[in-house]
């Protein structure tokens, strides 16, 4: 951003945080609530992230905000972050991170630039691609694409689904599809088995939705876009099985094949990343406290490893409170407390089957920081 004299204007925040999903708004609250001023830098023309696209209710404890439905946790939040102070900049695209801990942003067609003492980096996760003949035609999108459409902009995507991957945001995709007024004509997964909670399995199938294990699309036939789906049988090494095909008439597909960690900007930062499977592919390298090799730069939520908003809220807690504490306006003691909180929640989420496994990958990055700070 270049000033009226000719001069590089440089605005400077104590903390920067970019992403005002679950973890982005639970980290400015954390910093705010301790005195630390917080930027907070969203793409979007509303914050809230991926929580006001669930429009069902969170599990767990109370603690936890079971019971609570996705877009009212995301309500809570924000209404903290307004009476907390906290400077949020909407439609505003980060689209740089360099020396020195400096943004470079777009906002309004202006590009600007800001510096951060500490900076989280919320950026979340990408959804996987499946690639079949016709993937690419209209009516074929993402999990994540259909959720933005009829739980944030209340338009209908298509009339007659193929849902691929049931997983829990397969499952769930497909009961918010029937909700909003779609048939879902199937659920299609490779594996021998469900890869989601039963209870999401259980609430579509009681819809009459069948789950179609040891299966997938081998086409999607059409001309200016979906007009039917070909499913086909898989064997134990993942090959189409001839003469199992049968086909749908659909005029949508949904792919629900995974999400992968965002880590464009803490590459550019130099971040050190790591691969994981259980928590999507590539991640950043980081401590306990979420901050990563680069210090005074932060991770968290599915930019850390791809989890539950649940545990991206507490991650964003524990940078908040680390970043507090670096920058003077908390005790060493008095976070350790809270932090130490706050990791018995976060155990306590990933105690599952399935969280257990996320819990074992956490504490290998861990170890995997520790030694990159002895080299």
């Given at each position: ?67 609570i ?7 809570k ?14 439609n ?11 943004l470079?942003?777009?906002?309004d ?29 209209p ?61 999401h ?175």
């Amino acid at each position: 951003m270049v000033g009226e004299s000719g001069d590089r204007v440089l605005k400077r925040c104590e903390a920067v945080v970019i992403g005002s999903g679950p973890a982005g708004l639970s980290c400015a609250i954390e910093a705010a609530r301790a005195g630390v001023e917080v930027t907070l830098i969203d793409e979007n023309r509303r914050p809230g992230g991926q929580l006001f696209k669930q429009i069902h209710k969170f599990f767990g404890s109370k603690e936890h905000k079971a019971g609570i439905r996705g877009f009212d946790i995301g309500t809570k939040l924000l209404e903290q972050t307004e009476d907390l102070g906290v400077n949020v900049l909407l439609n505003s695209v980060a689209h740089g991170i360099f020396s020195d801990k400096i943004l470079g942003i777009v906002k309004d067609d202006r590009t600007e630039m800001i510096q951060g003492e500490r900076i989280l980096l919320a950026t979340g996760a990408i959804e996987n691609n499946v690639v079949f003949p016709g993937w690419t035609l209209p009516g074929v999108m993402g999990a994540g694409a259909a959720q933005t459409m009829i739980n944030i902009h209340r338009v209908l995507p298509g009339r007659r689904f193929v849902v691929l991957g049931s997983g829990n945001v397969g499952l769930i995709i497909s009961y918010q599809l029937l909700q909003a007024g779609a048939d879902v004509l199937a659920v299609v997964e490779a594996a021998p088995k469900i890869g989601g909670y039963q209870v999401h399995a259980s609430k579509i199938r009681r819809a009459g939705v069948p789950i179609l294990t040891s299966a997938t699309i081998k086409e999607a036939r059409g001309d200016m876009g979906v007009k039917e789906v070909v499913i086909v049988g898989v064997d134990d090494s993942w090959e189409p099985i001839k003469g199992t095909e049968r086909t749908l008439p659909a005029d949508s597909v949904c792919v629900a094949a995974g999400l992968r960690p965002s880590t464009g900007l803490a590459q550019m930062a130099g971040c050190a990343l790591t691969f994981s499977a259980e928590l999507g592919g590539d991640l950043p390298v980081h401590n306990e406290d979420m901050e990563t090799t680069i210090g005074g730069i932060y991770i968290a939520g599915d930019a850390a490893g791809v989890e539950e908003a649940s545990t991206a809220m507490e991650e964003g807690r524990l940078a908040g409170l680390d970043m507090a504490q670096k920058l003077g306006y908390l005790s060493q003691d008095k976070a350790a407390r809270r932090k130490e909180e706050i990791r018995k929640s976060l155990l306590a989420l990933r105690s599952g089957p399935f969280g257990y496994l996320c819990h074992r990958a956490k504490l290998e990055i861990a170890r995997k920081m520790k030694v990159a700070q002895e080299d």
